[in-house]
Protein backbone atom coordinates (compact mmCIF):
# COMPACT_ATOMS: atom_id res chain seq x y z
CA UNK A 1 0.00 0.00 0.00
CA UNK A 2 1.08 3.64 -0.53
CA UNK A 3 2.86 4.73 2.64
CA UNK A 4 0.05 7.84 4.30
CA UNK A 5 1.66 8.72 7.25
CA UNK A 6 1.11 12.69 6.42
CA UNK A 7 -2.25 11.27 6.00
CA UNK A 8 -3.02 8.96 8.84
CA UNK A 9 -1.78 12.25 11.39
CA UNK A 10 -4.15 14.73 10.01
CA UNK A 11 -6.86 12.06 10.05
CA UNK A 12 -6.11 10.87 13.31
CA UNK A 13 -6.16 14.84 14.82
CA UNK A 14 -9.53 15.64 12.73
CA UNK A 15 -11.30 12.81 14.24
CA UNK A 16 -11.37 15.08 17.32
CA UNK A 17 -12.35 17.71 15.80
CA UNK A 18 -14.81 16.93 12.79
CA UNK A 19 -17.35 14.18 13.06
CA UNK A 20 -15.29 11.07 11.61
CA UNK A 21 -12.85 13.18 10.38
CA UNK A 22 -14.48 14.36 6.81
CA UNK A 23 -16.89 16.98 6.03
CA UNK A 24 -19.03 14.14 4.19
CA UNK A 25 -19.19 10.44 5.08
CA UNK A 26 -18.51 8.61 2.08
CA UNK A 27 -15.02 10.43 2.55
CA UNK A 28 -14.14 8.63 5.82
CA UNK A 29 -12.87 5.06 4.07
CA UNK A 30 -15.80 3.03 6.52
CA UNK A 31 -16.43 0.69 3.68
CA UNK A 32 -12.99 0.16 2.36
CA UNK A 33 -10.70 0.59 5.55
CA UNK A 34 -7.77 2.30 5.87
CA UNK A 35 -6.86 5.86 6.10
CA UNK A 36 -8.16 7.81 3.37
CA UNK A 37 -5.21 9.60 1.23
CA UNK A 38 -5.74 13.54 1.77
CA UNK A 39 -5.01 15.17 -1.21
CA UNK A 40 -2.45 18.13 -1.10
CA UNK A 41 -3.12 19.26 -4.87
CA UNK A 42 -4.54 18.05 -8.31
CA UNK A 43 -3.70 18.50 -12.24
CA UNK A 44 -5.64 17.54 -15.18
CA UNK A 45 -6.26 13.60 -14.33
CA UNK A 46 -4.04 12.99 -11.31
CA UNK A 47 -4.64 14.08 -7.59
CA UNK A 48 -1.19 13.41 -5.00
CA UNK A 49 -1.89 13.58 -1.45
CA UNK A 50 0.05 14.83 1.70
CA UNK A 51 2.63 12.01 1.23
CA UNK A 52 3.58 12.52 -2.13
CA UNK A 53 1.77 9.50 -3.34
CA UNK A 54 0.21 10.60 -6.91
CA UNK A 55 -3.56 9.21 -7.99
CA UNK A 56 -4.87 8.85 -11.54
CA UNK A 57 -8.58 10.36 -9.90
CA UNK A 58 -11.33 8.43 -10.55
CA UNK A 59 -13.54 10.43 -7.92
CA UNK A 60 -13.29 13.58 -9.60
CA UNK A 61 -14.81 15.28 -6.50
CA UNK A 62 -17.98 13.01 -7.10
CA UNK A 63 -18.29 14.27 -10.53
CA UNK A 64 -18.08 18.18 -11.05
CA UNK A 65 -14.54 17.48 -12.52
CA UNK A 66 -15.68 17.18 -15.99
CA UNK A 67 -12.78 18.94 -17.72
CA UNK A 68 -10.21 17.59 -14.97
CA UNK A 69 -8.55 19.62 -12.14
CA UNK A 70 -7.00 23.00 -12.49
CA UNK A 71 -7.98 23.42 -15.94
CA UNK A 72 -5.72 26.63 -17.38
CA UNK A 73 -9.22 28.31 -18.75
CA UNK A 74 -11.13 27.75 -15.02
CA UNK A 75 -8.07 28.93 -13.56
CA UNK A 76 -8.14 32.51 -15.63
CA UNK A 77 -11.84 32.89 -15.17
CA UNK A 78 -11.57 32.33 -10.99
CA UNK A 79 -8.61 34.74 -10.87
CA UNK A 80 -10.39 37.09 -13.01
CA UNK A 81 -13.43 36.48 -10.97
CA UNK A 82 -11.59 36.75 -7.13
CA UNK A 83 -9.84 39.94 -8.62
CA UNK A 84 -13.15 41.84 -8.58
CA UNK A 85 -14.52 40.74 -5.82
CA UNK A 86 -15.75 38.18 -4.39
CA UNK A 87 -19.51 38.46 -2.96
CA UNK A 88 -22.14 41.48 -3.24
CA UNK A 89 -25.38 40.26 -2.52
CA UNK A 90 -26.39 41.92 -4.88
CA UNK A 91 -27.07 41.27 -8.82
CA UNK A 92 -24.51 40.13 -11.30
CA UNK A 93 -23.88 40.03 -15.12
CA UNK A 94 -22.69 36.53 -14.57
CA UNK A 95 -25.88 35.43 -13.07
CA UNK A 96 -28.13 36.34 -16.30
CA UNK A 97 -25.42 34.49 -18.36
CA UNK A 98 -25.14 31.27 -16.31
CA UNK A 99 -28.94 31.10 -16.68
CA UNK A 100 -28.41 31.77 -20.46
CA UNK A 101 -25.88 28.82 -20.80
CA UNK A 102 -28.34 26.78 -18.56
CA UNK A 103 -31.44 27.26 -20.42
CA UNK A 104 -30.16 26.85 -23.65
CA UNK A 105 -28.82 23.35 -22.64
CA UNK A 106 -30.98 21.94 -21.16
CA UNK A 107 -34.58 21.35 -22.65
CA UNK A 108 -38.02 22.03 -20.50
CA UNK A 109 -35.95 24.55 -18.35
CA UNK A 110 -37.06 28.04 -19.12
CA UNK A 111 -36.39 29.98 -15.70
CA UNK A 112 -33.74 28.88 -13.43
CA UNK A 113 -32.65 29.81 -9.75
CA UNK A 114 -28.96 29.37 -8.80
CA UNK A 115 -28.78 27.81 -5.03
CA UNK A 116 -25.48 26.91 -3.10
CA UNK A 117 -25.88 23.06 -3.90
CA UNK A 118 -27.65 19.86 -5.26
CA UNK A 119 -29.69 19.33 -1.94
CA UNK A 120 -30.43 22.91 -2.03
CA UNK A 121 -32.06 22.58 -5.24
CA UNK A 122 -33.85 19.33 -4.10
CA UNK A 123 -35.10 20.92 -1.55
CA UNK A 124 -36.24 24.37 -3.30
CA UNK A 125 -38.11 21.92 -6.10
CA UNK A 126 -39.86 19.75 -3.52
CA UNK A 127 -41.05 22.66 -1.75
CA UNK A 128 -42.05 24.24 -4.93
CA UNK A 129 -43.57 21.59 -6.12
CA UNK A 130 -45.85 20.74 -2.80
CA UNK A 131 -46.38 24.73 -3.24
CA UNK A 132 -48.13 24.41 -6.71
CA UNK A 133 -50.01 21.40 -6.52
CA UNK A 134 -51.18 22.05 -2.98
CA UNK A 135 -50.22 18.50 -2.17
CA UNK A 136 -47.89 17.22 0.45
CA UNK A 137 -46.40 13.52 -0.63
CA UNK A 138 -43.24 12.70 -2.58
CA UNK A 139 -42.25 9.76 -4.55
CA UNK A 140 -38.66 8.59 -4.76
CA UNK A 141 -36.91 5.57 -6.06
CA UNK A 142 -34.86 2.96 -3.50
CA UNK A 143 -31.66 3.95 -3.80
CA UNK A 144 -31.81 7.00 -5.37
CA UNK A 145 -30.18 10.31 -3.94
CA UNK A 146 -31.46 13.49 -3.75
CA UNK A 147 -29.09 15.20 -1.38
CA UNK A 148 -29.64 15.32 2.78
CA UNK A 149 -32.94 16.48 3.06
CA UNK A 150 -35.55 15.49 5.76
CA UNK A 151 -37.96 14.52 3.15
CA UNK A 152 -35.30 12.36 0.79
CA UNK A 153 -33.11 10.72 3.40
CA UNK A 154 -35.39 7.52 3.17
CA UNK A 155 -34.19 4.50 1.18
CA UNK A 156 -31.57 7.00 -0.16
CA UNK A 157 -28.55 5.94 -2.20
CA UNK A 158 -25.03 7.40 -1.79
CA UNK A 159 -23.23 8.00 1.77
CA UNK A 160 -26.62 6.83 3.31
CA UNK A 161 -26.53 3.87 2.00
CA UNK A 162 -23.12 2.98 2.22
CA UNK A 163 -22.81 3.31 5.34
CA UNK A 164 -26.38 1.45 6.27
CA UNK A 165 -28.49 3.76 7.70
CA UNK A 166 -30.95 4.93 5.00
CA UNK A 167 -33.45 6.33 7.42
CA UNK A 168 -31.34 8.92 9.67
CA UNK A 169 -32.21 9.45 13.00
CA UNK A 170 -33.72 13.14 13.51
CA UNK A 171 -35.69 13.03 10.33
CA UNK A 172 -39.15 13.18 11.46
CA UNK A 173 -41.71 10.76 11.33
CA UNK A 174 -44.57 12.28 10.18
CA UNK A 175 -41.95 14.12 7.27
CA UNK A 176 -40.67 10.79 5.83
CA UNK A 177 -44.18 9.30 5.99
CA UNK A 178 -45.01 11.83 3.07
CA UNK A 179 -42.09 10.01 0.84
CA UNK A 180 -43.05 6.99 -0.94
CA UNK A 181 -40.58 4.67 -1.99
CA UNK A 182 -40.57 2.46 -5.20
CA UNK A 183 -37.86 0.63 -6.81
CA UNK A 184 -36.34 2.12 -9.47
CA UNK A 185 -37.14 1.22 -13.57
CA UNK A 186 -39.98 -0.72 -11.62
CA UNK A 187 -43.29 1.41 -13.25
CA UNK A 188 -45.92 -1.37 -12.26
CA UNK A 189 -45.14 -0.53 -7.99
CA UNK A 190 -45.11 3.16 -9.16
CA UNK A 191 -48.60 2.46 -10.73
CA UNK A 192 -49.72 0.59 -7.23
CA UNK A 193 -48.22 3.49 -5.41
CA UNK A 194 -50.67 5.95 -7.07
CA UNK A 195 -53.86 3.90 -6.98
CA UNK A 196 -53.77 4.06 -3.71
CA UNK A 197 -53.14 7.82 -3.17
CA UNK A 198 -53.51 9.22 -6.37
CA UNK A 199 -54.18 12.56 -5.48
CA UNK A 200 -51.86 12.91 -2.89
CA UNK A 201 -49.02 12.83 -4.77
CA UNK A 202 -46.92 16.60 -5.26
CA UNK A 203 -44.39 15.18 -7.30
CA UNK A 204 -42.13 12.07 -8.62
CA UNK A 205 -38.51 12.54 -8.02
CA UNK A 206 -35.59 10.69 -9.90
CA UNK A 207 -32.73 10.38 -11.06
CA UNK A 208 -32.69 9.54 -15.11
CA UNK A 209 -29.68 7.77 -14.89
CA UNK A 210 -29.34 6.18 -11.14
CA UNK A 211 -26.37 7.62 -10.01
CA UNK A 212 -25.52 6.84 -6.53
CA UNK A 213 -26.02 3.09 -6.46
CA UNK A 214 -23.23 3.12 -9.47
CA UNK A 215 -24.41 3.22 -12.96
CA UNK A 216 -28.66 2.15 -14.10
CA UNK A 217 -30.10 3.74 -17.04
CA UNK A 218 -33.51 3.95 -16.79
CA UNK A 219 -35.45 0.38 -18.41
CA UNK A 220 -36.98 1.25 -21.92
CA UNK A 221 -40.41 2.59 -20.95
CA UNK A 222 -39.82 3.78 -17.61
CA UNK A 223 -39.17 7.42 -17.73
CA UNK A 224 -42.25 7.69 -20.23
CA UNK A 225 -44.81 5.85 -17.73
CA UNK A 226 -43.57 8.00 -14.97
CA UNK A 227 -44.64 11.10 -17.24
CA UNK A 228 -47.91 9.46 -18.32
CA UNK A 229 -48.53 8.91 -14.18
CA UNK A 230 -47.95 12.42 -13.38
CA UNK A 231 -50.02 13.55 -16.01
CA UNK A 232 -53.00 11.70 -15.25
CA UNK A 233 -52.83 12.66 -11.93
CA UNK A 234 -51.90 16.21 -11.49
CA UNK A 235 -48.32 15.58 -9.94
CA UNK A 236 -45.09 17.25 -11.72
CA UNK A 237 -41.94 14.81 -12.58
CA UNK A 238 -39.13 16.55 -11.18
CA UNK A 239 -35.61 15.11 -12.73
CA UNK A 240 -32.53 15.16 -10.58
CA UNK A 241 -29.88 15.71 -13.25
CA UNK A 242 -27.42 16.88 -10.21
CA UNK A 243 -25.00 14.37 -11.17
CA UNK A 244 -26.15 13.88 -14.80
CA UNK A 245 -26.30 17.80 -15.86
CA UNK A 246 -24.17 19.04 -17.98
CA UNK A 247 -22.18 15.29 -17.75
CA UNK A 248 -23.96 12.79 -20.13
CA UNK A 249 -24.51 15.22 -22.64
CA UNK A 250 -24.39 18.68 -23.34
CA UNK A 251 -28.00 19.08 -21.89
CA UNK A 252 -28.15 16.25 -19.28
CA UNK A 253 -30.02 13.26 -19.43
CA UNK A 254 -33.11 15.55 -20.73
CA UNK A 255 -31.32 16.23 -23.77
CA UNK A 256 -31.12 12.35 -24.52
CA UNK A 257 -34.78 11.58 -23.81
CA UNK A 258 -38.16 13.02 -24.93
CA UNK A 259 -39.47 12.57 -22.07
CA UNK A 260 -39.87 16.33 -20.40
CA UNK A 261 -39.45 16.80 -16.94
CA UNK A 262 -41.40 19.80 -15.17
CA UNK A 263 -38.39 20.57 -12.95
CA UNK A 264 -34.86 19.76 -13.38
CA UNK A 265 -32.39 20.11 -10.56
CA UNK A 266 -28.83 20.53 -10.98
CA UNK A 267 -25.57 21.13 -9.57
CA UNK A 268 -21.94 19.65 -9.30
CA UNK A 269 -20.67 20.29 -12.91
CA UNK A 270 -21.99 23.69 -13.40
CA UNK A 271 -19.78 24.75 -10.63
CA UNK A 272 -16.57 23.55 -11.77
CA UNK A 273 -15.35 22.32 -8.48
CA UNK A 274 -16.93 25.32 -6.54
CA UNK A 275 -20.21 25.10 -4.44
CA UNK A 276 -22.95 25.81 -6.83
CA UNK A 277 -26.80 24.23 -7.48
CA UNK A 278 -30.05 25.20 -9.50
CA UNK A 279 -33.10 24.32 -10.09
CA UNK A 280 -35.27 24.88 -13.48
CA UNK A 281 -38.60 24.12 -15.38
CA UNK A 282 -41.41 25.48 -16.67
CA UNK A 283 -41.57 29.21 -16.71
CA UNK A 284 -45.31 28.94 -14.66
CA UNK A 285 -43.98 27.35 -12.05
CA UNK A 286 -40.72 28.77 -11.71
CA UNK A 287 -42.43 32.07 -11.67
CA UNK A 288 -44.03 30.89 -8.30
CA UNK A 289 -41.18 31.52 -6.36
CA UNK A 290 -39.98 34.52 -4.38
CA UNK A 291 -39.72 37.23 -4.97
CA UNK A 292 -41.96 37.01 -8.53
CA UNK A 293 -44.14 34.82 -6.69
CA UNK A 294 -44.92 33.39 -2.93
CA UNK A 295 -42.75 30.53 -2.74
CA UNK A 296 -40.11 31.25 -0.52
CA UNK A 297 -36.48 30.04 -1.20
CA UNK A 298 -33.57 32.49 -0.81
CA UNK A 299 -29.61 32.40 -0.04
CA UNK A 300 -26.71 34.81 0.99
CA UNK A 301 -24.42 33.65 -1.66
CA UNK A 302 -26.59 32.16 -3.83
CA UNK A 303 -24.96 33.14 -7.72
CA UNK A 304 -21.84 33.73 -5.53
CA UNK A 305 -19.88 35.29 -8.65
CA UNK A 306 -16.85 32.89 -7.83
CA UNK A 307 -18.87 29.46 -8.27
CA UNK A 308 -20.31 31.26 -11.43
CA UNK A 309 -16.91 31.59 -13.35
CA UNK A 310 -15.80 28.47 -12.61
CA UNK A 311 -19.06 27.41 -13.81
CA UNK A 312 -19.66 29.38 -16.99
CA UNK A 313 -15.94 28.68 -17.64
CA UNK A 314 -16.40 24.88 -17.47
CA UNK A 315 -20.03 24.85 -19.62
CA UNK A 316 -17.49 26.59 -22.18
CA UNK A 317 -15.09 24.26 -22.52
CA UNK A 318 -17.57 21.49 -22.58
CA UNK A 319 -18.95 23.16 -26.06
CA UNK A 320 -15.59 22.95 -27.76
CA UNK A 321 -15.98 20.79 -30.69
CA UNK A 322 -16.18 17.07 -30.01
CA UNK A 323 -15.92 17.14 -26.12
CA UNK A 324 -18.92 14.64 -25.75
CA UNK A 325 -17.77 12.85 -27.83
CA UNK A 326 -14.49 11.79 -26.75
CA UNK A 327 -15.59 11.51 -23.27
CA UNK A 328 -18.07 8.77 -24.71
CA UNK A 329 -15.01 7.33 -26.90
CA UNK A 330 -12.67 7.18 -23.51
CA UNK A 331 -15.57 6.03 -21.62
CA UNK A 332 -16.41 3.02 -24.25
CA UNK A 333 -12.60 2.35 -23.86
CA UNK A 334 -12.53 1.96 -20.30
CA UNK A 335 -15.64 -0.30 -20.48
CA UNK A 336 -14.21 -2.32 -22.77
CA UNK A 337 -10.97 -2.89 -20.92
CA UNK A 338 -12.25 -3.41 -17.34
CA UNK A 339 -14.70 -6.23 -18.99
CA UNK A 340 -12.07 -7.84 -20.43
CA UNK A 341 -9.79 -7.05 -17.42
CA UNK A 342 -12.55 -9.30 -15.57
CA UNK A 343 -12.78 -11.74 -18.38
CA UNK A 344 -9.18 -12.95 -18.28
CA UNK A 345 -9.16 -12.45 -13.94
CA UNK A 346 -12.06 -15.01 -14.23
CA UNK A 347 -13.81 -12.44 -12.22
CA UNK A 348 -18.06 -12.44 -12.58
CA UNK A 349 -18.41 -8.39 -13.13
CA UNK A 350 -20.80 -6.65 -15.18
CA UNK A 351 -19.90 -2.29 -16.33
CA UNK A 352 -22.64 -0.37 -16.47
CA UNK A 353 -22.11 2.98 -17.89
CA UNK A 354 -23.29 6.31 -19.57
CA UNK A 355 -21.23 8.04 -21.17
CA UNK A 356 -18.54 9.38 -19.02
CA UNK A 357 -20.01 8.13 -15.79
CA UNK A 358 -19.77 4.17 -14.76
CA UNK A 359 -19.62 1.88 -12.42
CA UNK A 360 -17.99 -1.73 -12.11
CA UNK A 361 -20.80 -4.33 -10.35
CA UNK A 362 -18.87 -7.41 -9.04
CA UNK A 363 -22.09 -9.91 -9.86
CA UNK A 364 -23.35 -12.05 -13.38
CA UNK A 365 -26.24 -9.74 -14.27
CA UNK A 366 -26.83 -6.16 -15.17
CA UNK A 367 -28.17 -4.12 -12.18
CA UNK A 368 -31.21 -2.58 -12.63
CA UNK A 369 -32.43 -1.58 -8.89
CA UNK A 370 -31.09 -1.35 -5.34
CA UNK A 371 -31.76 -4.78 -4.41
CA UNK A 372 -29.29 -5.66 -7.58
CA UNK A 373 -26.74 -3.51 -6.19
CA UNK A 374 -26.61 -4.30 -2.80
CA UNK A 375 -26.75 -8.48 -3.82
CA UNK A 376 -23.16 -7.75 -5.75
CA UNK A 377 -19.74 -9.10 -3.99
CA UNK A 378 -18.87 -6.21 -1.26
CA UNK A 379 -15.88 -8.27 -0.08
CA UNK A 380 -14.36 -8.94 -3.21
CA UNK A 381 -15.28 -5.34 -4.43
CA UNK A 382 -13.08 -4.15 -1.19
CA UNK A 383 -9.98 -6.33 -1.91
CA UNK A 384 -10.26 -4.84 -5.38
CA UNK A 385 -10.60 -1.31 -4.47
CA UNK A 386 -7.55 -1.71 -2.20
CA UNK A 387 -5.52 -3.24 -5.51
CA UNK A 388 -6.53 -0.28 -7.46
CA UNK A 389 -5.62 2.31 -4.69
CA UNK A 390 -1.78 0.74 -4.66
CA UNK A 391 -1.58 0.65 -8.12
CA UNK A 392 -2.10 4.18 -8.03
CA UNK A 393 -5.82 4.81 -9.29
CA UNK A 394 -8.59 6.27 -6.80
CA UNK A 395 -11.57 5.43 -6.83
CA UNK A 396 -14.53 6.48 -4.72
CA UNK A 397 -14.48 4.23 -1.65
CA UNK A 398 -17.49 2.39 -1.87
CA UNK A 399 -18.80 0.00 -4.27
CA UNK A 400 -22.12 2.09 -4.79
CA UNK A 401 -20.34 5.04 -5.87
CA UNK A 402 -20.11 5.87 -9.76
CA UNK A 403 -16.49 6.47 -11.46
CA UNK A 404 -16.16 9.58 -13.81
CA UNK A 405 -14.22 10.28 -16.44
CA UNK A 406 -12.72 14.17 -17.44
CA UNK A 407 -11.31 15.29 -20.73
CA UNK A 408 -7.98 15.02 -19.53
CA UNK A 409 -8.53 10.83 -18.90
CA UNK A 410 -7.08 10.30 -22.76
CA UNK A 411 -6.19 7.20 -23.99
CA UNK A 412 -2.72 6.79 -22.12
CA UNK A 413 -4.77 7.04 -18.66
CA UNK A 414 -7.70 5.24 -19.27
CA UNK A 415 -5.29 2.27 -20.16
CA UNK A 416 -3.01 2.66 -17.08
CA UNK A 417 -6.77 2.45 -15.03
CA UNK A 418 -7.35 -0.71 -16.91
CA UNK A 419 -3.65 -2.31 -16.57
CA UNK A 420 -4.62 -1.14 -12.69
CA UNK A 421 -7.29 -3.20 -12.93
CA UNK A 422 -6.14 -6.17 -14.42
CA UNK A 423 -3.55 -6.55 -11.78
CA UNK A 424 -6.47 -5.35 -8.94
CA UNK A 425 -8.70 -8.16 -10.36
CA UNK A 426 -6.61 -11.20 -10.26
CA UNK A 427 -5.55 -10.26 -7.09
CA UNK A 428 -9.07 -9.46 -5.62
C1 LIG B 1 -24.72 14.81 -5.38
C2 LIG B 1 -26.17 14.72 -5.60
C3 LIG B 1 -27.08 15.52 -4.88
C4 LIG B 1 -26.64 16.39 -3.73
O1 LIG B 1 -25.82 17.42 -4.13
P1 LIG B 1 -24.90 18.15 -3.01
O2 LIG B 1 -24.23 19.24 -3.78
O3 LIG B 1 -23.97 17.09 -2.50
O4 LIG B 1 -25.80 18.64 -1.95
C5 LIG B 1 -28.41 15.46 -5.22
N1 LIG B 1 -28.85 14.68 -6.21
C6 LIG B 1 -28.01 13.90 -6.92
C7 LIG B 1 -28.54 13.07 -8.04
C8 LIG B 1 -26.65 13.88 -6.63
O5 LIG B 1 -25.84 13.07 -7.32
Not at 33 to 58: F, K
Amino acid sequence: MPRLDKSQAVFDAAQRLIPGGVNSPVRAYKTVGGVPPHIASAEGARVTDLDGNEYIDMVLAYGPMIVGHGHPEVRAALHDAIDRGTAFGAPTAGELSLARKIIERVPGCEVVRLVNSGTEATMSAARLARAATGRDRLLKFEGCYHGHGDSFLVQAGSGALTLGAPDSPGVPAALAELTSIAPFNDLDAVRALFADRRAEFAAIFVEPVAGNIGCIPPAPGFLEGLRELCDAHGALLVFDEVMTGFRVSRGGYSALTDVRADLVTLGKVIGGGLPIGAYGGRADLMQQISPAGDVYQAGTLSGNPIAVAAGEATLDLLDRRGVYEGLEEQGARLQAGLEQAAREAGVPAVVQRQGSMLCLYLREAPAVNMTDVTASDRERWTRFFQGMLERGVLLPPSPYEAWFLSTAHDAGVVDEVVAAAEGALAGA
